[in-house]
């Protein structure tokens, strides 16, 4: 599923956390990493892009990639980053990107109001948003989240863009045997409280419980509730219940408002768990 991941470090403390989320992405199957760093800096075009302090961390993240025995090619680019990380993401063919959110301190590829904007809307690669903070003086904080895949969130608007998510999901299920909730939210401007469209929102999700079982889900909750579904996932994402939200974008359906437009920075900001977002067209391995 994702046997060559990119991951997008700006070499601050922060993006050590992205180290050590990547080393838990080998229990579902990769097997290789593309590292990438990009440097903006016009003063890089005439010399050395990295200093000798960037040059040692960046050489430090890759030896702990390569500790874990995975293969790592390194890639200083320079440029623009969101073109950098999109040609550098298309050229190794990547099975997805693993990037950082909301740290202030990531300033060229964490924060959410640019970089990963774009790629949101421009990769067809999934994009994997991992948390990093870092606390006062620059310190890393400390983040106890254990596996990612023990209890997977998966926030469905019954699109034909969910349903290439669900894909994604089903691959989880195989391999990690962990809990899915699967979660639908019914609109109040969709469909008023009680009509058929609640009983065959409940049809489909138990159908999609018991696909996921199959596949060797431990458990696997259904949750469907009345609301907004941009509040509704950001609200799932604050309790310190799920360990991963997994979705897909660009959607049609009802969900369709949570990653286009200016809700997509405000939900990615807010949800405190890592976020798996699945594009409308992707590439599966």
Request: aromatic share 4%; charged share 25%; hydrophobic share 40%.
């Amino acid at each position: 599923m994702f046997t060559k991941m990119m991951i997008c470090t700006d070499l601050t403390p922060a993006s050590f956390s992205l180290i050590a989320c990547a080393i838990e992405l080998k229990e579902i199957g990769t097997k290789e990493v593309v590292l990438a760093h990009v440097v903006e800096s016009l003063a890089a075009v005439s010399g050395t892009l990295l200093d000798a302090e960037a040059e040692s961390v960046f050489r430090r993240q890759k030896e702990m990639l390569e500790q874990q025995r995975v293969k790592v090619i390194g890639e200083i680019l320079h440029g623009a980053p969101v073109q950098a990380l999109i040609e550098t993401a298309e050229r190794h063919d990547v099975s997805g990107i693993l990037m950082g959110s909301h740290s202030k301190a990531l300033i060229t590829l964490g924060t959410l109001g640019s970089v990963s904007d774009a790629l949101m809307a421009r990769t067809q690669r999934p994009l994997l948003l991992h948390r990093v903070d870092l606390g006062e003086g620059g310190a890393m904080q400390e983040r106890d989240d254990g596996n990612i895949f023990s209890h997977v969130l998966f926030p469905t608007d019954f699109s034909e863009t969910a349903e290439r998510a669900l894909d994604y999901l089903g691959k989880i299920a195989l391999e990690q045997r962990g809990t899915i909730t699967l979660l639908h939210v019914i609109s109040p401007d969709e469909y008023p409280v009680g009509t058929r469209s609640e009983e065959e929102a409940q049809y489909l999700l138990e159908a999609k419980k018991r696909r996921l079982e199959r596949l060797g889900a431990t458990e696997v909750n259904v949750d469907l509730v009345h609301g907004k579904p941009d509040y509704e996932v950001v609200a799932r994402g604050k309790r310190g219940i799920f360990s991963l939200v997994v979705m897909g974008c660009q959607g049609k359906g009802i969900l369709k408002r949570v990653f286009m437009g200016s809700t997509a920075e405000a939900v990615a900001r807010h949800i405190e768990v890592p976020l798996l977002l699945i594009p409308g067209e992707q590439h599966m391995e």
